[in-house]
């Protein structure tokens, strides 16, 4: 099984400052068919199911707001939050989905410093 | 509007078994891949099972033999049938699309029904 490691665990970042959230795979989730990294984030708010954020590690959910980024490749990935919003305060999960079991990082709980 | 909505769950007692559903609107169950997801109470997410389109099933090793997934293409519903429930398997049960188009990312997911196994 693909194991997937978020760090941090907890993150406290000022308003309008900048959230960086990291998730490592423990191999590599680039299909070079098509290079493409089969990782996508989810935003999860308190008593609501997981919100798609980016898929293909990079690439933004329709109606997803711009200061939402991803990046990475191979088994090294980034969310970043350019610049926070109240409404941001989650936990936000990476998951790979490049083959059986799907897997999810153990999550990241972002807060309001 | 494309949504899914579990039903199903409930208090059951270690041993005992429950079927869960969840009926989709907007768009086809059985031309997509349909996966189960659980959370227990204050922790992360876990898969569970998949149906792929064609009808393949998979299944988590925690639940390999004792959860069925199934759909019922005229009702546009997939199913989860818990069988031999343990105090683990307590968790709020999710159902979601896997989007082709985004290489089977999770797009749509239903609210949540809520699994209590416990005497």
């Known amino acids: 099984d693909i194991v997937m490691t978020q760090s941090p665990d907890s993150l406290a970042v000022s308003l309008g400052e900048r959230a960086t959230i990291k998730c490592k795979s423990s191999?590599?989730?680039?299909?070079?068919?098509?290079?493409?990294?089969?990782l996508a984030w989810y935003q999860q708010k308190p008593g609501q199911p997981p919100k798609l954020l980016i898929y293909?590690?990079?690439t933004r959910e329709s109606g997803v707001p711009d200061r939402f980024s991803g990046s990475g490749s191979g088994t090294d990935f980034t969310l970043t939050i350019g610049s926070l919003q109240a409404e941001d305060v989650a936990v936000y999960y990476c998951?790979?989905?490049?083959?059986?079991?799907?897997?999810f990082g153990q999550g990241t709980k972002l807060e309001v410093k | 509007e494309v949504q899914l909505v579990e039903s199903g769950g409930g208090l059951v007692q270690p041993g005992g078994s429950l079927r869960l559903s969840c009926a989709a609107s907007?768009?086809?169950?059985?031309?997509?891949?349909m996966s189960w997801v659980r959370q227990a109470p204050g922790k992360g997410l876990e898969w569970v099972s998949v149906?792929?389109?064609?009808?393949?099933?998979y299944y988590a090793d925690s639940v390999k033999g004792r959860f069925t997934i199934s759909r019922d293409n005229s009702k546009n519903t997939l199913y989860l049938q818990m069988n031999s429930l343990r105090t683990e398997d307590t968790a709020v049960y999710y159902c979601?699309?896997?989007?082709?188009?985004?290489?089977?990312?999770?797009?749509?997911w239903g609210q949540g029904t809520m699994v209590t196994v416990s005497s």
């Open positions: 979601a699309r896997e989007r082709e188009e985004m290489g089977l990312a999770f797009d749509i």
């Open positions: 998951h790979q989905y490049y083959n059986t079991p799907r897997t």
């Open positions: 191999q590599s989730i680039l299909y070079s068919s098509n290079n493409k990294n089969y």
């Open positions: 907007g768009f086809t169950v059985s031309s997509n891949y």
């Open positions: 293909w590690a990079s």
């Open positions: 149906i792929y389109s064609a009808g393949s099933t």
